[in-house]
């Protein structure tokens, strides 16, 4: 077997993108697909930490003599004003332009445009935006009650993963309709073979409900972005929660 190639992926579209992580990555390609944004490319950096590292190194990459653009996007975590600063700081660093605020354009060669989610007055990461577009979803009533539950059996999660395993849970719930939804209609098929005594429809789901009271990163919020083009939405894109995005990501 050859040695992994780690060099960095080329730039190929004149506005770029930077995110934290994969689930990230996945979630804005999506959202980008639904906008009809084509000439945006998403740069995952490994976790907010890497942004220091990894900025940087942009204008070494293959192809960054195309760019007029670029969008920086970071969780507010528990202080909103402190991550848009540290975006500030290393702007700063590679003598760079810096909005004066989120959603401003600072312009220059290139063009810097910061969002942090959920806002700059709000703490929070993406998986609120998320969370917040499924708020009338009668699973979420479930999810709610079970974190109540957790709490009533003095299992409480800290306030900066409880977003994530609330993610987990709903998916969770999902997780159920589609694997049940699956053996419904194979039970309506001629040659129908029972499934075995343990039903996965059953069982995979209540694993990733349990592991929702103990998970932390990764999770499969990117993935589950990529099925909003199906009927049953996993996140909203038409929700509001989601306006504050589509409005940065036409601003690039």
């Known amino acids: 077997m050859g040695k992994k190639d780690n060099a960095p992926t080329p730039i190929v579209k004149p506005k770029i993108l930077l995110v934290e992580g994969m689930d990230e990555f996945n979630l804005f390609n999506e959202l980008l697909n639904e906008l009809n944004l084509r000439d945006i490319q998403v740069i995952e950096v490994g976790g907010k930490d890497k942004f220091a590292k990894d900025m940087p190194q942009l204008p070494v990459r293959t192809g960054f003599e195309i760019v007029t653009s670029i969008g920086i996007v970071r969780d507010a975590d528990n202080n909103p004003q402190a991550a848009f600063q540290s975006i500030r700081g290393i702007l700063h660093s590679m ?16 063009n810097i445009t910061i969002m942090i989610v959920p806002d700059i007055d709000k703490t929070g990461m993406i998986e609120d935006i998320c969370l917040n577009s499924v708020a009338d979803d009668n699973a979420m009533i479930c999810v709610n009650q079970y974190f109540e539950c957790l709490e009533l059996q003095q299992r409480v999660l800290a306030a900066n993963v409880m977003p994530k395993a609330r993610v987990r849970a709903f998916l969770a719930s999902r997780e159920w309709l589609e694997i049940a939804h699956f ?28 592991l929702a009271s103990r998970y932390t990163p990764n999770l499969d919020l990117g993935i589950a972005a990529q099925k909003s083009d199906q009927g049953d939405r996993y996140w909203q894109f038409d929700h509001p929660a989601f306006d504050k995005i589509k409005e940065f990501l036409r601003m690039l």
């Open 183 to 210: 053996e419904y209609l194979q039970r309506c098929l001629e040659n129908y073979e029972p499934s075995p005594p343990i039903s996965p429809a059953t069982v995979i789901p209540k694993v990733h409900a349990f």
């Open 95 to 110: 003598q760079y332009p810096e909005p004066n605020a989120p959603l401003e354009t600072a312009h220059g060669s290139p």
